[in-house]
């Protein structure tokens, strides 16, 4: 995998902060900010995969009510009456 550099602005005291933050722990402050980024990366692959199986979903109930597979109101209330009161 080839390399590039990512530059950006920020304030110094910041800057101090986040890199004695990271001497502590006994990395430097890129390798901090790749993990950074890939996390935030990997997050956003799992919210969007996340969103598309949501997605699908309801989709399906929708087609499966528009198919006529739906339960009346009051069966539904009557079942879950029953699971409360026991």
Same mark, same amino acid.
């Given at each position: 995998m080839s390399?590039?550099?990512f530059t950006f602005?920020?304030?110094e005291d910041l +800057? /101090?902060?986040f890199s004695s933050m990271a +001497? /502590?722990?006994d990395r430097n402050a890129a390798q901090l900010l790749r993990d950074f980024?890939?996390?935030?990366v990997r997050g956003q692959h799992m919210?969007?995969?996340h969103d598309a199986w949501f997605r699908r979903q309801?989709?399906?109930g929708r087609d499966s009510a528009n198919a006529g597979n739906l339960v009346p109101s009051a069966e539904v209330e009557a079942?879950?009456?029953a699971k409360r009161a026991a």
């Open positions: 390399e590039s550099t602005r920020v304030a +800057k /101090s902060e +001497k /502590s722990r980024m890939r996390d935030y919210a969007a995969e309801v989709q399906m079942k879950f009456a």
